[in-house]
């Protein structure tokens, strides 16, 4: 179905990897130690941002004023162990196993590097991919294209021959800005 495309880029959290609730959770158990109430509606919005976009949301949803740094750092922490035992592939894995070897694909995600890379060993789906572009890889994140524009430059494709998954608006928007086709998965 994908067969024209040259390369493909895939969000993970969401897209690849059933992740979203296990994030959320650990939202709730962190802002829970600073009485402080986390509004899933409005974080959907968010969803491809880096953890520290959505903490500095946070803070401002509930007027406090503290680095949102720090309370990312917090966050990922917890999330780190949660993920690792939760994590489950998504249907759209199918795609991704069934182009193994004839297109190159890679991971663009709104997770850190790190974080993106344990969570696809754990799943043994690591070896499908090219390349891995985290958060912590890019300094400006989506809904810039950079994230995708250096996904398409580490296989070595041109943004026009790529086709990116996605399941946020964010993503979306990055992608487009890109130049390269896009697939809402929320659609699928």
Not at 155 to 160: A, D, H, K, L, Q
Request: aromatic share 8%; net charge negative.
């Amino acid at each position: 179905m994908y067969d024209h495309y040259a390369g493909l880029i895939f969000d993970m959290d969401g897209t690849l990897l059933d992740t979203e609730h296990t994030h959320r959770k650990a939202w709730q158990v962190v802002l829970a130690r600073y009485d402080m109430h986390f509004d899933e509606q409005a974080a959907i919005g968010l969803n491809g941002s880096p953890c520290w976009r959505i903490a500095q949301a946070i803070l401002s949803w509930n007027h406090v004023d503290r680095d949102p740094h720090s309370l990312a750092r917090e966050k990922t922490e917890l999330v780190k162990s949660m993920l690792l035992e939760a994590v489950q592939p998504l249907p759209l894995v199918n795609v991704v196993k069934s182009y193994k070897g004839r297109r190159p694909m890679a991971i663009g995600t709104g997770s850190e590097h790190a974080m993106a890379d344990a969570l696809l060993r754990r799943l043994d789906l690591h070896e499908y991919f090219e390349a891995i572009v985290g958060a912590d890889d890019v300094k400006s994140h989506k809904p810039d294209p950079e994230t995708f524009l250096r996904c398409a430059q580490l296989i070595g494709v041109t943004p026009e021959r790529c086709v990116v998954f996605e399941d946020a608006d964010f993503g979306i928007q990055a992608a487009q800005a890109a130049g390269m086709d896009v697939v809402d998965v929320r659609l699928l």
